[in-house]
């Protein structure tokens, strides 16, 4: 169980070096697929957790953000007044080695740079911002340990959202026995924020709202082009079971296509950790479905992607709709198998978001990734909620905080956002594809930077 704490200027290298590891990780894997069309996410696993030390937090915790703010600004204005006093703690688990090690280490980043530019700028009410992450190695259990001891050892004032519904939903009953405030960007779940009334998301579409986009995008064509038949691959994960079937009869892929007048001809779910799908790919191609709806996350969407390339299969239409994986940085590692791919996101460097811009240029530029991750930027805006609630409200308390939020709207890199009475927000999300130049914005129409690739394989 792995915690570190500080700044990006303390522990960039060990963030960069980690980057590093899990891009040439994450591209081996990708390379693997591509060449016997499976692998199993144990492979994920043994390369991202080669990385993992018996440290404790005494290891982790010898410098604070506050400290190491210097090395981060040396090259920028230095603020009008340093922060001082004791800092303000906010921490979190992020599955940093496992199967959610990708996303995860997209998601530190984007809090140490948010940490970075809080304390460049005077810190939070005058304090330091300290951030405690440790890595919860993307399993739930030790996410509930890794919480309780944020929580009665370190004294959090305030927390983030691990990564995963699976691991969130482990660990917000915790939180709120301990009237904790949650900061939520690493999972969707509408029906956990409908149970919790201390779980604020900066997610702007939840799981049931998660293919939205891309039947938005189908009810938007032209009659002669709609699509007329559906199948649909599940990963068994809650998730993206909700993703498929909605909550209350609402959303959910089953329900949009329903009002979409689409039959749905295929509907199976199967294994996460499997390591050969082609026995159900080939049901999908038998079934010759005008739309192919696969909900996985990163590693198993990239095994049906190579899946799919490999059968020649060619719908008219294939969305990648359970995970934003065209956005990841190793997704165009999948070479023509990961071209014309759809999926869905939170925000797109096109877009004029606060602090989008400034994000990605970081990430993009000193990082040396390809592409903004989607969650780099909810993982982004989580950061400035909190900066503007503590600002808005002088205070740490979670339940003044809550109230706060509830009732203003905040300029964020997911866009201008106000809550619903569960805490979610508003939906607003985007439909990307992948072309042969990279992912485009497909819908809404009026942020379009591409029109649609159609079929997959034209």
Not at 135 to 163: G, H, K, M
Not at 208 to 219: A, M, Q, S, T, V
Not at 280 to 291: N, T
Request: overall charge negative; hydrophobic content about 40%; charged content about 15%.
């Amino acid at each position: 169980m792995r915690g570190s704490t500080g700044a990006f200027g303390a522990t960039g290298n060990r963030l960069l070096t980690r980057w590093s590891r899990l891009l040439a990780a994450v591209t081996a894997l990708m390379l693997v697929l591509t060449a016997c069309g499976g692998s199993s996410s144990g492979d994920t696993t043994a390369a991202t957790t080669a990385e993992t030390t018996a440290d404790t937090t005494a290891d982790t915790t010898a410098d604070t953000t506050a400290d190491t703010t210097a090395d981060t600004t040396a090259d920028t204005e230095a603020p009008a007044d340093e922060p001082s006093g004791e800092p303000i703690k906010i921490g979190g688990t992020l599955g940093l080695t496992g199967i959610y090690s990708g996303p995860s280490a997209g998601y530190e980043i984007a809090y140490r740079y948010w940490a970075d530019q809080v304390n460049a700028n005077g810190g939070l009410l005058g304090r330091p911002v300290e951030l405690i992450i440790y890595d919860d190695e993307s399993t739930p259990q030790v996410a509930q340990q890794l919480y309780q001891r944020l929580i009665n050892e370190d004294q959090v004032d305030l927390l983030f959202a691990p990564y995963t519904t699976a691991v969130g939903g482990a660990v917000i009953p915790i939180t709120e026995r301990a009237g904790k405030l949650v900061v939520n960007a690493g999972f969707v779940g509408k029906e956990i924020h409908q149970q919790s009334e201390l779980l604020v998301s900066t997610w702007p579409y939840q799981d049931n709202e998660y293919p939205r986009p891309l039947f938005e995008f189908i009810k938007s064509l032209p009659e002669d082009q709609k699509p007329q038949t559906l199948a649909i691959a599940t990963a068994q994960n809650p998730f993206t079971i909700v993703a498929r079937d909605g909550v209350n009869g609402e959303g959910g892929v089953v329900n949009y296509a329903e009002e979409a007048g689409l039959e749905i001809v295929v509907n199976e779910e199967y294994d996460q950790t499997a390591t050969d799908l082609s026995s159900l790919i080939q049901r999908v191609q038998q079934s010759d479905a005008d739309v192919f709806v696969a909900l996985s996350l990163p590693n198993d969407a990239a095994l049906i992607a190579n899946t799919v390339y490999q059968a020649g299969y060619n719908p008219q239409i294939y969305c990648q709709c359970g995970s934003q994986v065209t956005t990841l940085p190793n997704w165009p590692d999948m070479g023509e198998a990961g071209i014309n791919v759809f999926s869905t996101t939170t925000a797109w460097p096109t877009l004029d978001y606060t602090g989008l811009a400034e994000l990605t240029e970081y990430m993009l530029d000193e990082l040396g990734v390809p592409m903004l991750p989607a969650y780099a930027a909810a993982g982004y805006a989580a950061g400035q909620v909190i900066q503007q609630a503590v600002e808005g409200t002088g205070s740490l308390d979670s339940r003044e905080l809550r109230e706060y939020i509830a009732n203003n709207t905040f300029d964020t890199a997911v866009g201008q956002i106000s809550y619903n009475e569960d805490g979610t927000v508003a939906f607003n999300a985007l439909l990307l594809q992948y072309q042969e130049d990279g992912n485009q914005v497909i819908w809404p129409q009026d942020e379009a930077t591409d029109e649609a690739v159609m079929p997959l394989r034209p």
